[in-house]
């Protein structure tokens, strides 16, 4: 399957402007991944601009 970069940058909810994985869903999961961190685009808007990607804060992000 081709990467469709450009398509998934419109979509793409990582407000971190150094970040060389916005657009690249498959990479940005397996880095995070093995960082034990979720990627920004599963947490609420207001929660991703914290940069906190723990599970923690995940699942404080859903627990209100």
Not at 26 to 32: E, G, K, L, N, S
């Amino acid at each position: 399957m081709e990467c469709q970069r450009e398509k998934n940058r419109e979509d793409c909810g990582c407000t971190y402007a150094g970040c060389s994985r916005q657009g690249m869903c498959c990479a940005c999961v397996r880095y995070h991944r093995s960082k034990g961190a979720i990627p920004g685009c599963f947490f609420p808007r207001e929660a991703e601009k914290t940069y906190d990607r723990s599970i923690e804060a995940f699942i404080r992000s859903y627990g209100r």
